[in-house]
């Protein structure tokens, strides 16, 4: 029944691992998109993708790399773990990617920690 | 300056009372504003809009003064279940690209019994 369901809930890795998070929207949304929010609690938009294409991709290091299967399936896998990557990772979806804002559907988050 | 800031409090108030808490804007171009509610560990949810006229829904009014660029809300009444942080959102337009929505880092409310 969830609606934007990711996997996993919590994370605890060392530093210099790679790890991946899942996310899925059983809404039949087009837009797809990963947060991130960092201990300040800011939310910053990283990666967006409509229908399986990038459409965003934000000033990220290119250590993160989302992948989209299909447009009910955004991934995001994390090679050479730093600590400055410990945050909240959130998924999110809307119908398309011009009405997000009056119409996201976040994911409970991912809680990383590196350490 | 932040293109978004708000207060991040925390406010602590008693139950029944009336609290409100404002968020500043920087860029006068910004037409869309919103507010979302984020439990504690928990995702961000969207709480109501922001009219130019102000809004109400129940207990909450949303009001917008782009004069000083800045939108508040107001909890009247309060209960327990509001204890939450509020998260300002702004945007250029309605119809805006992800990237160009920024999210405020948010002010904790608390209400105690």
């Known amino acids: 029944d969830t609606a934007v369901s990711q996997t996993p809930k919590y994370l605890v890795t060392q530093m210099g691992n790679d790890k991946s998070i899942k996310c899925e929207q059983n809404?039949?949304?087009?837009?797809m998109y990963w947060y991130k929010q960092d201990s300040k609690k800011f939310l910053k938009i990283m990666f967006s993708?409509?229908?399986?294409?990038?459409?965003i991709n934000e000033t990220v290091p290119n250590r993160f790399s989302p992948k989209s299967p299909d447009k009910a399936h955004l991934n995001l896998h994390i090679n050479s773990l730093e600590l400055g990557d410990s945050a909240v990772y959130f998924c999110?979806?809307?119908?398309?990617?011009?009405?997000?804002?009056?119409?996201?559907?976040f994911g409970s988050g991912t809680r990383l920690t590196v350490v | 300056r932040k293109e978004v800031e708000q207060d991040p409090g925390p406010f602590n108030v008693p139950e029944g009372a009336t609290v409100a808490f404002n968020c500043t804007y920087s860029?006068?171009?910004?037409?869309?504003f919103f507010w979302y509610r984020q439990d504690c560990r928990k995702e961000p949810k969207l709480l109501m809009s922001?009219?130019?006229s102000g809004n109400e829904d129940g207990r909450f009014t949303a009001q917008l003064n782009r004069a000083s660029q800045y939108i508040s809300l107001l909890i009247r009444d309060s209960k327990l279940s509001d204890s939450a942080t509020y998260l300002c959102?702004?945007?250029?337009?309605?119809?805006?690209?992800?990237?160009?929505?920024?999210f405020g880092s948010g002010t904790r409310l608390s209400i105690r019994p």
């Open positions: 999110a979806s809307s119908q398309d990617t011009m009405r997000g804002i009056y119409g996201y559907t």
């Open positions: 922001v009219y130019s």
């Open positions: 809404l039949g949304h087009d837009t």
């Open positions: 860029n006068s171009a910004s037409q869309s």
């Open positions: 959102v702004v945007t250029p337009g309605g119809y805006s690209s992800a990237s160009k929505i920024i």
């Open positions: 993708y409509n229908n399986k294409e990038l459409i």
